[in-house]
């Protein structure tokens, strides 16, 4: 182990992709990190099937060549049988798509790469206690035989769903239990698998080592004492599974909780929780990890925002903003995805609950699960009023001579944004058209750039536009603006649907 430091700036509990991801980005921006990790690598962990967005988030990282393993599978296609009980929907495989990888790998692979970027890892070692001081925190720890202590800033809880403590979790979705185990791969498929059944649904998925994974999820009610019957039980009453049922019980059978839930208190004194310490998904989306990820970049800002200046109170409120966003727009993705499928009428418990869920924190009431009740109980819709968008191919042509100027369905208003590594108030576009409030269309700010172009003709912004962003890009965003009735002729909005 390197020489520790006297104070870290960051200090990390737990070294999966949610703890590593803002380890990279902490390391990049100067800070001093230190990580414990309670494990000997390579360790099993379940969560291999990641989502499309995975690659995007491993390029930002510089470390995309860690996906580029040859022992990981991509391209995987899929048999579905969800909206209709008769009727198996193909989903062909995307190129460039999710990638099924062996996680005591990966993860072993990102933490030897943050290592070379800088981190301070002590593993295997554990947190004895946590104390509260005058610099932030005094970690007291064991590693073996010794027994140290160590003073950080900052502590970024990264222990994972086991690591979370039953009493600090708050559901945010109906129970829900997980059995599985697996067979031989060349006795099944190299492809995904999903039904949804009366009970639940299944997920069939190829892993790493030449092995097929069959997972059911089912309310804890449903779950019989035996799992392995539970699960053969559940299998025969499918059309995809079925066939595999002779090959069940060669293997472990595996059951764990994923129930959904949030941590109550996530930012509580400089002591922060990310990754599924601070939210964990349902597996219906398989996006667990990347969601993590994406939360452990965002809270990288709120960090670098609050180590610069820790009197301010934006860091906390940017950081509950964005774990409130992250959660529930799962929440209603999941929802809208379980109200779809053919099992929604029938009228077991696992599907009525999932299709009715409202969140109730009377007994979980912190500051921050009060904020995320208000949000999760919308109907999720911003604005309820859609126009249809006006043809592409007709904007540029009709509207070149005319002059525009901004909707006056549109309105702004100041949201936490991202500049340069922090976290800076900007003001953001609303209007019915768009779902959420945006401070930038294709990395240009919006609210300068409409105060600069209102009651101009579209010819000359264009032409104004090219000497700065180039022609192409200049076309795409007032395509984009005047086809989502963004901005409008000056004239009476009326008059723009005429044309049509
Ligand atoms: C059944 C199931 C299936 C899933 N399938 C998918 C999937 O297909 N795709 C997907 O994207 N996601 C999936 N997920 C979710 C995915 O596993 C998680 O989103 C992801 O692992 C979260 O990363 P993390 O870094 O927050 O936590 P983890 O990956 O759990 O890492 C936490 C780390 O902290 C360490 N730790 C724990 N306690 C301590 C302690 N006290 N001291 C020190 N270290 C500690 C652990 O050893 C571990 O290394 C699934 C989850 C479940 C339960």
């Known amino acids: 182990m390197k020489r520790l430091p006297e104070i870290f700036d960051v200090f990390i509990l737990g070294a999966g992709p949610a703890g590593l ?103 295997p070692a554990k947190l004895k206690q946590a104390l509260n001081s005058e610099n932030g925190w005094l970690l007291e720890i064991t590693a073996g035989l010794d027994e140290f202590k160590i003073s950080s800033k900052i502590v970024l809880d990264a222990k994972g769903r086991k690591g979370t403590l039953l009493k600090e979790r708050m559901s945010i979705a109906p129970s829900a239990v997980a059995v599985w185990t697996h067979i031989e791969t060349n006795s099944a498929c190299n492809e995904a698998l999903i039904e949804a059944v009366e ?31 539970h699960l053969l039980e559940v299998i025969r009453k499918t059309k995809l599974f079925s066939p595999f049922v002779n090959k069940i019980g060669g293997e472990a059978i595996e059951t764990c909780s994923v129930t959904s839930f949030v941590n109550q208190n996530p930012w509580n004194n400089g002591f922060i929780k990310i990754g599924e310490a601070a939210f964990t998904l349902d597996p219906l989306s398989s996006t667990g990890v ?97 126009q249809e968008p006006i043809p592409v191919d007709f904007i540029l042509y009709r509207f070149w001579n005319e002059e525009i100027v ?33 401070v930038y269309l294709d990395q240009i700010e919006l609210f300068p750039f409409l105060k600069n172009i209102n009651g101009k003709v579209v ?29 409008v002729v000056d004239k009476k909005e009326q008059e723009f649907n005429h044309y049509l």
Not at 29 to 35: A, F, S
Request: proline share 4%.
């Open 21 to 123: 991801c803002a380890a990279i980005r902490l390391l990049e921006m100067g800070y001093t990190v230190g990580m414990l990790e309670q494990e000997q690598f390579p360790r099993p962990q379940i969560g291999e099937s990641l989502s499309p967005g995975i690659r995007n988030i491993f390029e930002y990282l510089n470390a995309k060549h860690l996906l580029e393993d040859p022992t990981y599978l991509e391209n995987c296609a899929a048999k579905v049988i969800w909206e209709n009980k008769e009727q198996v929907y193909n989903r062909p495989a995307q190129i460039k798509g999710g990638i099924i990888v062996d996680r005591s790998k990966l993860d072993q692979d990102l933490l030897e790469f943050t290592v070379s970027k800088g981190l301070h890892i002590i593993q």
């Open 199 to 229: 009970e639940g649904w299944l997920w069939g998925s190829p892993v790493c080592g030449n092995r097929y994974r069959i997972m059911t999820f089912t309310d804890p009610i449903a779950l019989k004492k035996n799992s392995e019957s």
């Open 290 to 386: 990347e969601k993590a990820m994406r939360f452990s970049l965002q809270v990288a800002i709120a960090i670098n925002t609050y180590l610069k200046d820790p009197d301010s109170p934006h860091p906390k409120d940017f950081y509950e903003e964005k774990l409130i966003e992250s959660v529930v727009s799962h929440a209603h993705w999941t929802a809208d995805y379980y109200r779809n499928a053919w099992t929604s009428n029938e009228k077991t418990e696992f599907w009525t609950k999932r299709t009715n869920f409202q969140l109730d924190v009377s007994k979980n009431e912190t500051d921050f699960t009060l904020k995320l009740e208000k949000e999760f109980n919308t109907n999720g819709i911003l604005f309820e009023k859609k």
């Open 406 to 438: 901004v909707s006056p369905h549109a309105t702004f208003k100041t949201v936490y944004a991202i500049s340069k590594d922090s976290i800076v108030l900007k003001e953001a576009l609303l209007h019915p058209n768009l779902e959420r409030p945006s």
């Open 459 to 487: 010819s000359s912004i264009v032409a104004h536009l090219n000497t700065t962003i180039g022609i192409e890009k200049s076309k795409k965003i007032l395509v984009f603006l005047l086809s989502n009735h963004l901005l």
